[in-house]
């Protein structure tokens, strides 16, 4: 290259450009915030991860930076492994998403086909709708447990329809407490899928629609072909997070059963907190805590990942 040509070439400037100034300004007034959200997320973690690794508990009497001195090298992991009652937990658990979650996905996508279109009422009807998702956990337990009492309204009810009165005592029965507190969600959580699944319906192209109607198709043939494709990342968002939920539901169940009658209803979140409160192993509801959290970070990642695709 000859000095003429060097001289040609512009000259790379180094004052940094307005738009580089802004990150740099916008990083250095967010790093508190950040340094705070980190501090947030990943103490707790990194604390979890150090406690799984022991024995130590409140009783041992010794402070948790010292929990080193109750040092077992993973045998909480180990345990998890011939713990029975935690098995059984996370089986309950896992039973009451196969039916849940269907269930709360086919009302609501029901629900919100029947709301895609305008009709008399319709924001009023809404307004109910969503009604139960706004009420607090620990009341809708409170409420379903009244409900579900031997001379409750759902005895009456069911009394009524077939001409002789009814004692069933559903929340003293293994089979029918774990049935009330499926329904009990079920009321509480389908808004949810309903709002989801409404937002994913409202974004299909209507003019894709019309066309395919103008073709001849079905409203079936409407439905598998163009609003299913399209709705098939946002189905799999609404799963994930109830999915996800449902693994933290303790309030209405243990306001309503208390994981009774003995364990029947006890959930996998009910089981750590009685662990947790009864037992006082931390060591070991720590390593109990961390597996859970990596199952759901999983399902977690599938959601997004099925998001992330969808836009690309």
């Known amino acids: 290259m000859t000095l003429s040509d060097a001289a040609r070439r512009p000259a790379v400037s180094s004052v940094p450009r307005p738009r580089d100034e802004g990150a740099a300004l916008g990083f250095r007034l967010t790093l508190p915030a950040q340094i705070l959200v980190l501090f947030i997320a990943v103490f707790p973690l990194l604390m979890q991860l150090y406690l799984s690794l022991t024995d130590w508990a409140p009783l041992t009497g010794t402070a948790w930076p010292r929990a080193w001195e109750y040092w077992n090298a993973g045998a909480n992991y180990v345990d998890l492994l011939s713990d029975r009652r935690l098995w059984d937990a996370l089986a309950r658990t896992g039973l009451i998403i196969l039916i849940c979650v269907p269930v709360?996905?086919?009302?609501?996508?029901?629900?919100?086909?029947?709301?895609?279109?305008?009709?008399?009422?319709?924001?009023?009807?809404?307004?109910?709708?969503?009604?139960?998702?706004?009420?607090?956990?620990?009341?809708?337990?409170?409420?379903?447990?009244?409900?579900?009492?031997?001379?409750?309204?759902?005895?009456?009810?069911?009394?009524?329809?077939?001409?002789?009165?009814?004692a069933i005592a559903w929340l003293s029965d293994p089979v029918l407490a774990l049935v009330a507190v499926m329904l009990a969600d079920i009321w509480q959580w389908t808004p949810l899928m309903f709002l989801i699944l409404l937002a994913g319906l409202v974004g299909v192209p209507a003019d894709q629609m019309k066309a395919a109607a103008l073709l001849g198709a079905s409203p079936w043939q409407r439905f598998v072909t163009i609003v299913l494709?399209?709705?098939?990342?946002?189905?799999?968002?609404?799963?994930?997070?109830?999915?996800?939920?449902?693994?933290?539901?303790?309030?209405?169940?243990?306001?309503?059963?208390g994981g009774g009658p003995g364990s029947a209803t006890e959930t996998i979140s009910v089981y750590i907190y009685e662990v947790?409160?009864?037992?006082?192993?931390?060591?070991?509801?720590?390593?109990?805590?961390?597996?859970?959290?990596?199952?759901?970070s999983v399902i977690a990642a599938f959601a997004v990942r099925r998001l992330g695709e969808s836009r690309a």
């Open 276 to 296: 947790t409160t009864q037992d006082l192993v931390w060591g070991y509801v720590a390593a109990i805590g961390l597996a859970i959290l990596i199952v759901l």
């Open 229 to 257: 494709p399209r709705m098939r990342p946002i189905i799999a968002i609404a799963l994930a997070i109830r999915v996800i939920e449902i693994f933290k539901i303790f309030d209405t169940l243990y306001i309503m059963t």
């Open 104 to 166: 709360q996905f086919l009302l609501g996508l029901g629900l919100a086909l029947l709301f895609v279109d305008d009709f008399p009422g319709k924001r009023l009807a809404y307004s109910i709708l969503i009604m139960p998702m706004m009420v607090v956990p620990a009341v809708a337990g409170y409420m379903f447990f009244m409900l579900f009492q031997s001379g409750g309204p759902i005895n009456g009810l069911l009394g009524s329809l077939i001409g002789r009165d009814l």
